[in-house]
């Protein structure tokens, strides 16, 4: 499963007094860390099994959106889109994609409403429960460069894509992998999750980091970059961990990084620790 955890770390740069980095939840931990899901141990991301079609291969939108709407598959670009999005707002962004929203129509005889958005998170939201923390892994290198960080004093804050419920199933297992961070945000807590800036100053707020230019945004997303841009954050873009890297290469990935506003772009979290003296 796809699990990216928006980290923010504080931590003295360059004579200045406090930095705030934000890395996405669901990257450092297996799905915002980098995931590995082993029920697709293959294959790196939001990759499921979808056992009402014989167990094949599927990214977990399309297996999610397949219990609950069956007759309308998703591509796997569709089932990335808008990754780092809290879940629903994803779903949203999903189904109103030209040709899905098409393909609902000719299934549904209608077009979509925000009913059955409700509904098809309401039959999404188990099997993402249920995959996060079983299938979800902190990325190789994470905890040696939060390691790295804290031993310069540096704090670890978070916000993601997920609800409370779904990222305190993962809050353990990434404890016992070596993430645990000191502030954690999620979108159901601030009433809109990103591209809206409000959990990265809820964050800079519980930490007592400030002013936003002092900060760093690190994450996998466009939305990532969105959300640090809004808020005024220099925005650092991953690359190979990314949804459109999993589809098209991270060449391609980190060129979306950069149109969305990442100042900028590394290969994995860990390489943030080589350009921290830059920023």
Known sequence: SNNLITSALLFNVCGRESVLLMFNSAFAIAGNFESRNRMTPEKTGG???DFTDGGKEKFIYDAAMGYKAKGVPLEPRESRHAMGLLK???IREIIHLPRVRAAWEAEHGKTPEESDVAALFEAFAPIQMDCIEEYSDVILGVPELVEKLRSKGVRIGSSTGYTRPMLDRLLPKAARQGYVPDCIVTPDETGQGRPYP???????KRLGVYPPESCVKVGDTASDMQE?????LI???VCDSSSDAAISGAEHARRVLEHSGAHRTIATAPDLWSILEEL
Do not use: P, V
């Not at 409000?198 to 800079?204: P, Q, V």
């Not at 640090?228 to 005024?232: C, D, E, P, Q, V």
């Open 228 to 232: 640090g841009r809004n808020a005024g």
């Open 235 to 237: 925005c650092i873009g």
């Open 198 to 204: 409000w959990m990265i100053f809820e964050n800079m």
């Open 88 to 90: 629903i707002d994803q």
């Open 47 to 49: 990759w499921t099994r």
